[in-house]
């Protein structure tokens, strides 16, 4: 039946009346008009552009399909053919299923998180993750905040209100997200102090702020996100440590991606661990969850009992405490290290672990799939997420023949939606990381784009 010509919407009460035979009877009334008048609306300028009007029914549908997407996600996961492991503008780190199980079982019950199981009262907060973090760094106490920025916030604000921190130069650094260390250190009330050039910083340019008192807290922050070659020195750490305890000066060591494994073991560059510089001497040691470690977004302090206390006692600790979710599921992530199962079951290592020639199988087997306008070819996958800078993985890769730059956008675009990168004029796809569970929907996306 043709749609009869009309110049104004159907009422707000009548639209709505027609969208509840679409909905649950529990929906609210007052959630049902606000859609209804909301599309009246929408309506409304489509007639006054000269579009034609749609059918009450349609416009109902319309109205229903708005209230059910409000309660689903608007945040979709995609395939990371990139060949960036840590990438961060696709949420870093991939969790573990034991992280993404223990948050699970948390979110939808009640928990012991401050009540102690055997008085009844309130107790400690939740310490499994504190608990792991003493045994694979060898620290008398640690925390777990809610990022490593906040770690270094509270571990700075150790220095006193007004007073001195001690930096480099060449470690004035910024963090991501426009948020540099000078800035991290004037917020949480302390006093920045610059010490050495931006090259070359030696023990010896810290010892006049330590002697005279104008630092009393030596911060270190490795360059976790860039690299310095060429004429460059750094103070070593252990001489460092002890002029700051000849003048009971606090030394901070922020390690940034602070890895709990020995990276050189697969191919790369040495990263510091947390447990190597509190055996040298630093008296706290923060970094991040979300990065090397594997886990969820968390900062992870270690370090020396009365200092962690210090800082678990700070007013600004509990803005930045994490949730009863992250808690779970960094206990999880960090238990699978003291358990020997990193590697094989906390994506970031299983990625960094996997051979070049099994990259090299799948990337054959997804390229005959998609057809004749796919090959291999050789690529380097890197760490990412301001992680061992400059360094690369052995990789092989699926280049695709084509328009890349629509090629690219319509793989964006899918269902699942696929990043990969343009190299060399055509689109390359890295199967490092994408889990094998997916290659099959990577290479259906694939398809459709190319058909699209």
């Known amino acids: 039946m043709a749609i009869t010509a009309r110049r104004r919407p159907p009422s707000v009460d ?61 945040i979709e996961p995609v395939i990371n053919a990139t060949g960036v492991i840590i990438h961060t503008n696709l949420g870093r780190a ?15 019950d009640y928990l012991m998180l401050e009540l102690d199981r055997e008085t009844g009262r309130r107790g400690a907060r939740f310490r499994l993750a504190e608990e792991h973090l003493v045994a694979l760094t060898g620290a008398d106490d640690a ?89 460059t020195e750094a103070p070593d750490a252990r001489e460092l440590a002890a002029l700051a305890r000849e003048h009971g000066a606090i030394v901070v060591d922020d390690l940034g991606s602070g890895a709990l494994l020995p990276t050189e073991r697969y191919g790369l560059a040495h990263e510091p661990m947390p447990s190597e510089r509190l055996a040298a001497g630093a008296d706290i040691v923060t970094f991040s969850g979300d990065k090397l470690v594997g886990g969820p977004q968390a900062g992870l302090v270690a ?24 808690l779970a599921a960094v206990a999880a992530t960090l238990g699978l290290y003291r358990a020997g199962r990193a590697e094989a079951e906390i994506p970031v290592w299983m990625m960094i672990a996997t051979p070049a020639d099994e990259i090299r199988r799948r990337a054959a087997a997804i390229a005959a799939a998609i057809g004749e306008m796919a090959r291999v070819v050789v690529t380097e996958a890197t760490v990412g997420g301001g992680s ?43 199967p490092r990381t994408v889990d094998p569970a997916r290659d099959a929907d990577l290479v259906a996306a694939v398809r459709a784009a190319l058909a699209a």
Request: hydrophobic letters at 50%; aromatic letters at 2%; glycine letters at 10%.
């Open 303 to 326: 370090g020396r009992g009365d200092l962690v206390a210090r800082m678990r006692r700070d007013p600004l600790a509990r803005a930045m405490r994490p949730d009863k979710m992250t």
């Open 143 to 231: 925390l777990v905040t809610n990022n490593n920025a906040a770690a270094v916030a509270l571990a700075v604000g150790l220095a006193g209100r007004g007073r001195g921190v001690a930096v480099s130069r060449g470690e004035l650094v910024e963090i991501g997200g426009g948020v540099r260390i000078p800035e991290i250190v004037r917020r949480a009330g302390a006093r920045l102090v610059e010490v050495g050039t931006t090259n070359r910083t030696r023990v010896g340019d810290f010892a006049e702020a330590l002697t005279d008192g104008r630092a009393t807290v030596v911060l270190r922050v490795h360059p976790s996100n860039f690299r310095q070659e060429g004429f």
């Open 94 to 108: 991939p969790w573990p299923l034991a992280a993404i199980q223990a948050a699970s079982a948390v979110a939808g």
């Open 14 to 74: 009548a639209l709505a009346a027609a969208a509840r035979a679409h909905l649950d009877e529990s929906i609210d009334h007052a959630v049902l008009v606000a859609a209804a008048r909301s599309e009246a609306d929408a309506e409304r300028e489509r007639l006054r552009n000269g579009e034609s009007p749609e059918s009450l029914e349609r416009l109902a549908a319309t109205v229903a399909a708005r209230i059910q997407d409000l309660a689903a996600s608007s």
């Open 388 to 430: 061992l800078p400059g360094e690369v993985l052995p990789s092989f890769g699926v280049a695709i023949a084509g328009r890349a730059s629509a090629l690219v956008a319509a793989l964006r675009r899918g269902r699942p939606a696929v990043v990969g990168r343009i190299d060399a004029g055509r689109v390359v796809l890295d």
